[in-house]
Nanobody
């Protein structure tokens, strides 16, 4: 499984960004797709994930602002981020979980200025 993120960048507080994660390889083996983030000096944090059946999870700090979705035809998972806050600044990483292994993308930087 290979994961390639795109869509990061710099935005002012209150703005929006949409992250994309293009998935290739043994897609049939993936149980859960998710987005994590890691800010300098902080532990990696699960932001949102979506299961193969469509169930979603969001960390409390992004509920109501972020939406995770997937386009099966395009083998892509998205993270729509609205009403961004400076504390959302981090490297965002796409993650795929199979029964046997966890896969990670290279990460994309999101910077939110006040």
């Amino acid at each position: 499984v290979q994961l390639v993120e795109s869509g990061g960048g710099s935005v002012q507080a209150g703005g929006s960004l949409r992250l994309s994660c293009a998935v290739s390889g043994s897609i049939f083996s993936i149980n859960v797709m998710g987005w994590y983030r890691q800010a300098p000096g902080n532990q990696r944090e699960l932001v949102a994930d979506i299961t193969s059946s469509g169930s979603t999870y969001y960390v409390d700090s992004v509920k109501g602002r972020f939406t995770i979705s997937r386009d099966s035809a395009k083998n892509t998972v998205y993270l729509q981020m609205n009403t961004l806050k400076p504390e959302d600044t981090a490297v965002y990483l796409c993650h795929a979980k199979t029964v046997w292994h966890d896969y990670w993308g290279q990460g994309t930087q999101v910077t939110v200025s006040s």
